[in-house]
């Protein structure tokens, strides 16, 4: 395998605030072009975790290497390297549209004739050109996610933090993030992504981290997560107990959970198993799905809800 | 090899490190004013030209000269300090906090190369840039009826701009501690309030005991703006403790420096202090 550079390295990083542990002692490497999704509840260290990699906050203990510099004594020039799209609207309303982006790249240094170019064509490619020279104040909440992100481009970044992008998003805006996301990996263009939408990570990312109270509890692809966890296919149909012997004999290293009045199967068995088994008995509301990053992930972080 | 690194907090008085790019913060501020100049140049017109017809003209003409000239001549240059202070006062306490905590821009512009350091010392030269255009605008009202006698006058611009800088300053430590916006309430009323009145600007100090000429000298910061207006623009200085006009304007701009120094380092390492933990 040809070795990969790795981009963003981190070893027993640890950050705590006045005594409780938002991110625990962990490790984990990112590579050059790698599309990365940091997956987990509220409050399991996602955000946190993005912010010491931007410099936002400095880590309480551990190392931090980005671009192969460290985070404790070369913000300066990591910042320069990173985009930030973040998860709360931090646009300046004091500024229309336009103005925020130009202004933004001051603070990149950008020459004004070159960030009117970028800012245009950001503005072109997030369908925001008619909202120019509005203020922040009458944008959308899909608009300002668009702006915030079109922000995040300007200083042409090597290596970009996704938090939430799509959170609040109607699908078509939706689409278009994506769309953007595909294109900046092309160009390799390094993605930290953090979201609560498994079809996004799914769909986005080459490896996943589930990430739990500060730890991170697994990793990997997104197939490769699912296939490990759990197989390839679901059954799901209305409890009934009657079924459920049957079941259990015909799938014997299964995982039956009872969710409500439904029942879900994950198989251990190979593509056409369920549909056998539906031959000789009868269930009602029937549904044979593959298995997704969802199951996955509420598998190994449970069911229950979390405080924020 | 790896060290134990914990984290400590920056002590209070550790020498920020700053760079051009503090002027990329003040220029977002300036640009902002430029926007809104129209309700941030006349508010600040018409209130010195309200004290001076109330109190130099209106009471004014019921007192009798002081230090040998008409008592207008002892409030004008007074309220080019009041003009100081309170420009740079309100912009680093309301308008910074509304900036750090309701628009978030302090936690846009620091995800770019600009440092906490250089987005605080940012605001701190934008406040005092405030106070310097609002002193220049009272000092035209004040030359227009005729107050301002010394062409020493040309360095108030300067003087505001160090006076401009302390309160801000002082403002910005006020706002690193500062839970909410409602807690301004207590500096606005209990500090800065109380020296629009007894910082020897509407009546002499030297009229007070003297316990209290020490105190005003020593602990409010206007009292020393006033001295030094007062000496260059050409209304008489006190005598406060019996000291030549001459040398009291010298300590009180020794004072400033020293405290306006003193409060730009503090500030700045407070306001990284609440950012960064």
Known sequence: MVSREVLIEAKGLTKKYDGFIAVDNIDFKVFKGECVGFLGPNGAGKTTTVRMIYCFLPPTKGELKVAGLSVRSQCREIKAKIGVAPQEDNLDPDFTVFKNLTVYSRYFDIPKAEATKRANAQLKFFQLEEKRDVPIMALSTGMKRRLIFARALLNEPQILLLDEPTTGLDPQARHLVWDEVRHLKKQQVTIILTTHYMDEAQILCDRILIVDKGKIIEEGSPLELIKKHVGEEVLEFDYDEKTLSPLKESFPNSNIERLGDRVQVFADQPHGAFENFLKEHKLQNVMIRNANLEDVFLKLTGRGLRAE | ?277
């Open chain 2, 1 to 277: 090899m790896s060290q134990p690194n914990i984290r400590k907090s920056p002590a209070p008085f550790s020498i920020p490190k700053l760079s051009y790019r503090v002027w990329r913060v003040w220029r977002r501020n300036f640009d902002v004013f430029t926007k809104t100049i129209k309700v941030n140049f006349l508010p600040s017109l018409f209130e010195p030209i309200i004290y001076l017809v109330a109190f130099g003209f209106g009471l004014g003409g019921f007192i009798p000269n002081m230090f040998d000239q008409p008592y207008i001549y002892f409030l004008a240059p007074a309220l080019v300090a009041i003009a100081v202070m309170n420009g740079s006062f309100f912009e680093c306490t309301f308008a910074s906090f509304v900036r750090m905590y309701f628009q978030k821009t302090f936690d846009a512009i620091v995800a770019t190369p600009i440092s906490v350091e250089e987005v605080v010392a940012g605001e701190l030269l934008w406040g005092a840039t405030r106070s310097t255009i609002n002193a220049t605008i009272v000092l035209g009202v004040i030359s227009i009826f005729g107050l301002v006698s010394s062409p020493l006058f040309l360095l108030v611009p300067l003087i505001a701009f160090v006076g401009g800088l302390m309160f801000a300053s002082i403002a910005m430590c006020f706002t690193a501690v500062a839970p909410n916006i409602d807690f301004f309430n207590y500096p606005a009323f209990l500090f800065i309030t109380p020296m629009i009145f007894l910082a020897g600007t509407f009546f002499p100090l030297t009229s007070l005991p003297s316990v209290a000429q020490i105190g005003a000298m020593v602990i409010l910061p206007l009292t020393h703006i006033v001295n030094v207006t007062r000496g260059v623009i050409g209304g008489n200085v006190e005598p406060i403790f019996g000291l030549d006009p001459a040398l009291i304007v010298g300590l009180s701009v020794v004072w400033l420096g020293v405290v306006t120094v003193f409060f730009f380092v503090l500030a700045i390492n407070l306001m990284k202090k609440r950012l960064t933990t």
